[in-house]
């Protein structure tokens, strides 16, 4: 069963502008990570967020965790056309984290 | 650098052949993991192992089963393969009894005649 879902399914920007891809899951998470997948590659690993954090920053990467509308967003600033990529969450309650369908991304040079 | 090895990146079978699908990581992680990948569905669980001669059932193991005999190395077998089962494979590992990154493998996209 799939525990998180990505909104939206499909984003279209310009580069230079920022994505923002969100999260919702049903149950109680220990943590919740972000994955990338360029097409017809496997997931890269981009930043983990913990229950008990509320915001995390990796670059251009800013995650925010909210456990009492049980949501998290991921923003990523100054996009860059290399940026383009589907983004998957995975929510962990045990050791095995499930995935959403993801958000496939296209920045526009 | 970690590294998840797939065997194959592209196959092409027949309807009831026998396929091995092959997955080695070098970062002694105990826990590893297939998923299949198809459009508008996401990734879905078939088999998890979190030690060797260990595996357990994912949310899809009907007409899969796994093999790990060593640590680094976790098998995904159909046992006759059917065109639905035209898909893209994904082995991945993490350490520890908590939920923690997975590294993937570059996955193998297999087709079914």
């Known amino acids: 069963s799939q525990q998180g879902e990505e909104d939206p399914q499909a984003l279209s920007i310009q580069e230079g502008e920022n994505a923002t891809m969100n999260c919702s899951y049903k149950?109680?998470?220990?943590?919740l990570q972000w994955y990338r997948q360029n097409s017809g590659r496997g997931l890269v690993h981009l930043i983990l967020i913990r229950s008990n954090e509320r915001e995390k920053h990796s670059g251009r990467l800013r995650v925010t965790l909210d456990t009492s509308k049980k949501s998290s967003s991921l923003l990523i600033t100054a996009s860059r056309a290399a940026d383009t990529a589907s983004y998957f969450c995975?929510?962990?309650?045990?050791?095995?984290?499930?995935f959403g369908r993801g958000t496939s991304l296209i920045v526009h040079p | 650098d970690v590294k998840v090895t797939q065997s194959s990146r592209y196959l092409v079978k027949r309807t009831g052949e026998k396929v091995f699908l092959e997955c080695v990581q070098d970062?002694?992680?105990?826990?590893m993991f297939w998923y299949r990948q198809d459009p508008g569905l996401g990734l879905r669980l078939i088999y998890f192992s979190y030690d060797v001669k260990m595996k357990e059932k994912g949310d899809i193991p009907e007409g899969y089963s796994v093999s790990r005999e060593k640590k680094e190395r976790f098998s995904l077998i159909l046992e006759s393969a059917s065109t639905n089962q035209t898909s893209m494979y994904l082995c991945?590992?993490?350490?520890?009894?908590?939920?923690?990154?997975?590294?993937f493998g570059e996955g193998s996209r297999l087709t079914v005649l």
């Open positions: 995975a929510c962990g309650a045990s050791y095995i984290p499930t």
């Open positions: 149950t109680s998470i220990n943590n």
């Open positions: 970062m002694d992680h105990e826990n």
């Open positions: 991945a590992s993490s350490d520890g009894l908590t939920s923690g990154e997975l590294f």
